[in-house]
């Protein structure tokens, strides 16, 4: 009877414990060579990018840590492959690996489908040898026909929609009209020059580095169990996928089994996402971001008092943008700083300093009420001096101002009346100068005439002369 009763409690205990831990180590552990390449990190990835090339070559960087695939079994890790195969409005983005020159095996596609209204719905299908058969991964969609589905018990879960999908980067990239199909041109034996191979990690590592992201991946994405997409067994598993029996054969082999060798490795795995992805980052930027808030609103307030001594447009959007846009210490300096010396210097010493120049400078070299702006100006300093700032700005800057306009005044007054003399004098000089042309002409006239007259005179005296000795000496005879 005891026996009875210890076999039915055992027997209820693994009932139990396969109902509740059976799912997610079904999610995390699959005995499959699909272990070492995490989908749910493929697909945040995919999210993320902006072309597939980046996306190819960000899958392919050791810095990332999504890769860990070995497929040939050489302990490096296998360059995937990034290609598009199109049909209609539903693009297969095909991951390829390269077993050797001859032999390839799909790793999983993407069946990205665009629906009507510019809906767009994506899924995330792992091949059959690598995940077995339906592991499939999509956005947690808001459509879900159980409206009591909330995903795992302890994750939130972010719900999609079609019109969220159509706005990912690599989305609009896709779709665009000037879209050229991207096939990747690498190969066994030609690869890109940035990539170089490196040594795979033993799941448990690759375990514990993913383990820490696994309340992101579940709380965006979720398992399915079937295609979406209609014509998925029609075009691409008949058109477009490449398998190799060798994958096959090392599964059944268990070449795959050595990766799982090494359990003491999850502790170095969670070790170095610690190193590089620290939990006080978050902390520390909440912190950041709450300071920067608080000091924007400080700024904001700065600038908006500032606007009372200059124009109310420039303070404002220099303050805000300034403050709102730049990080944590810029905002504080920047729009405490600047809006205190433009709002408190400058205007103070463009009424006192300016004012001063022009009533002493001006009114002095060009008017006659020298005492009077004297006077006006310095008692204006003596006022500001002893605290009464506002009477002396008002006395320099009304005052000066007044007599510089009668300044001006006169002296435009009086360029007016040099201009109208200067031309008066000029019709003068043309006037005379006329005269005198017609006097010099004149005079050259008379004189030729008188010279004329004088040698006329000169020639009938000769002749007379001549007559009379002519006469005088016939009287001689």
Same mark, same amino acid.
């Given at each position: ?14 009932t139990?414990w396969?109902?509740?831990g059976?799912p997610?180590? #079904?999610?995390e552990y ?16 995919f999210q993320? =990018?902006e072309?597939?090339e980046?996306f ?11 890769n860990n ?7 490096m ?27 390839? #095996?799909d ?13 767009v719905?994506i899924?995330?299908?792992g ?6 058969k339906? $592991? ?11 409206p ?12 999609? *929609?079609?019109?969220?999908i159509?706005t ?12 050229i ?15 170089h191979?490196?040594? *795979?990690?033993y799941?448990?590592? $690759?375990?514990g580095?993913h383990?820490?992201?696994f309340?992101y991946y579940?709380?965006?994405y ?5 295609? !979406?997409?209609?014509r ?10 490449v ?12 070449v795959?089994?050595?990766t799982?060798?090494?359990?003491d490795?999850?502790r170095?795995g969670?070790?170095?996402y610690a ?9 520390t930027?909440?912190a ?7 000091r924007?609103?400080?700024g ?18 220099r303050g ?11 905002p504080?300096t920047?729009?405490n700083?600047?809006?205190? /010396? ?22 002095v070299t !060009? ?5 009077? *702006?004297? /006077?006006?100006?310095?008692?204006? #300093? ?6 009464k700032?506002?009477t ?6 009304t005052?000066?101002?007044?007599? =510089?306009s009668n ?11 040099s =201009?109208?003399?200067r ?8 006037? =005379? ?9 004149g @005079?050259?006239?008379?004189?030729? @005439? ?7 005179? #000169?020639?009938a005296s ?5 007559v009379?000795?002519k006469?005088?000496t016939?009287?001689?005879?």
């Open positions: 009877m005891k026996k009875v009763i210890i076999t039915s409690i055992l027997a209820l205990l693994v139990v396969s109902a509740m059976a997610d180590r #079904q999610d699959l005995g499959l060579p699909g272990d070492n390449l995490n989908l749910y990190a493929v697909m945040k990835l993320e =990018s072309t597939l980046t190819e070559r960000d899958l392919n960087s050791e810095d990332s840590r999504i695939l070995d497929l040939n079994g050489d302990n890790v296998d360059y995937l492959t990034v290609s598009d195969y199109v049909d209609g409005n539903v693009h297969n983005i095909v991951l390829r690996a390269y077993l050797n020159q001859n032999e390839s #095996q790793v999983a596609v993407f069946i990205v489908e665009q629906l009507r209204n510019g809906e719905r899924q995330l299908v091949d059959e040898a690598l995940y077995g339906n $592991y499939i991964i999509e956005p947690n969609y808001a459509e879900t026909p159980n009591g589905y909330t995903g795992r018990a302890s994750v939130a879960v972010v719900g999609y *929609t079609y019109y969220d159509a990912w980067p690599v989305i609009r990239y896709m779709y665009h009209p000037g879209y199909i991207w096939r990747s041109s690498w190969r066994w034996g030609y690869y890109p020059v940035y990539w191979p490196w040594r *795979t990690h799941w448990h590592f $690759y375990y580095y383990y820490n992201w309340t579940h709380s965006h979720r398992p399915w169990k079937r295609v !979406r997409w209609h998925y067994d029609r075009f691409y598993c008949n058109h477009v996928r398998y190799s029996p060798t994958v096959v054969v090392n599964i059944n082999r268990g795959y089994r050595d799982y060798s090494r359990p490795r999850r170095a969670e070790q170095l190193r590089t992805r620290p939990a006080t980052r978050s902390n930027s909440t950041v971001r709450s300071r920067t808030e608080t924007q609103g400080q904001n307030t700065v600038s908006r008092r500032s606007t009372n001594a200059r124009s109310d447009a420039r303070q404002v959007t805000s943008t300034r403050s709102a846009t730049r990080t944590e210490a810029r504080v920047r729009s700083t600047r809006s205190a /010396t433009r709002s408190e210097a400058r205007p103070v010493t463009r009424s006192n300093t300016r004012s001063a120049t022009r009533t002493e400078a001006r009114p !060009r008017s006659s009420n020298r005492s009077a *702006t004297r /006077t006006v100006t310095r008692s204006g #300093q003596q006022n500001i001096s002893s605290g700032a506002t002396g700005r008002r006395t320099t800057v005052a000066p101002a007044r007599q =510089s300044n001006r005044s006169t002296q435009a007054r009086a360029s007016q009346r =201009s109208s003399s031309q008066k004098a000029a019709v003068k000089s043309n006037n =005379s100068s006329r005269r005198s042309a017609a006097t010099v002409s @005079s050259g006239k008379a004189r030729s @005439s008188n010279s004329k007259a004088v040698r006329s005179s #000169q020639s000769r002749s007379k002369k001549a009379e000795s006469a005088r016939t009287r001689r005879k």
